[in-house]
């Protein structure tokens, strides 16, 4: 087949991207800067200079950022023990790892504020060891949020770096150790520096998931708010279709914005980009 004939193929399915998604996105962040029929960017500015706005957008940034660090920390030697694994073991230590996704994320919601509220397993348990007197107040604030989008996104964390870990050579490892690098200095040196390419998919897909979630919020934040709850109160309760468009605009500019923050460091921590 020729190079012409190969591009052909991806006609179908750049038409279908470009009908049902491109131009209803282009259509609704162009309507945002139209007021009065003529140009103004004044709802941005509004929103920007808007402390009630800025403080969501902030417990919305603090949720995602915790969440992505959080999976990072226990994905990475759980993934790198199952990279070392093989044979079935291998293939059961995965399936477990992915099992959570195969529970609704409203499931597990309600599990999580069961566990987490006032008088729920963890409270109980806490004072039944006399470490707590009065009962601690986790359902319903941002930490409540970040310990449900973990427990949603993990997986995908540890699939990633698992697929990433389990190509790297051993020979480097042994390499530096051969030459006097402790076990943690060629950890540090050799194995983080080439699982970079899979803590980057890995911490993309957290944090734009985490940023945008809005069950898991919903239900784990209560009166707590977050941009996708804001955006959700203002489409359908308020019926401000206008607003809920520049809230879906600003969220997908800081999705582009922090996943190129993302990019720009994984490439200053891996320039060889191998």
Known sequence: ????????????????????MLVPLVLTISS?????????????????TDAYFLDILWTTLYVALLTTFCCIVLAF???????????????????????PLLVSPIVRSFSWMIILGRNGLLNDFLQSLGMIQEPLTILYTPVAVAIGLVHLFLPLMIVTLVGVME????????????????????????????????????????FVGSFTAYTTPALLGGQQRVISTF?????ITLNDWNTAAMIATIMIVLTFFITGIFQKLATKLNPGGS
């Open 1 to 20: 087949m020729k190079q012409s004939g190969r591009y052909l193929l991806l006609l179908p399915g750049l038409l279908f991207l470009a009908i049902f």
């Open 32 to 48: 945002t800067f139209v007021e009065d029929g003529s140009f103004s960017v004044s709802g941005y500015l509004n929103f920007l």
């Open 77 to 99: 030697p759980v993934a790198y023990y199952i990279s070392k694994v093989k044979g079935s073991k291998k293939a059961l230590l995965l399936m477990l790892a992915i099992f």
């Open 167 to 206: 190509n790297i050579d051993t020979d480097y490892i042994r390499a530096a150790e051969s030459l006097g690098a402790s076990k943690t200095t060629a950890f540090l040196k050799v194995m983080f520096p080439l699982c970079m390419p899979g803590l980057l998919i890995g911490s993309t897909l957290v």
């Open 231 to 235: 955006l959700y109160q203002n489409a």
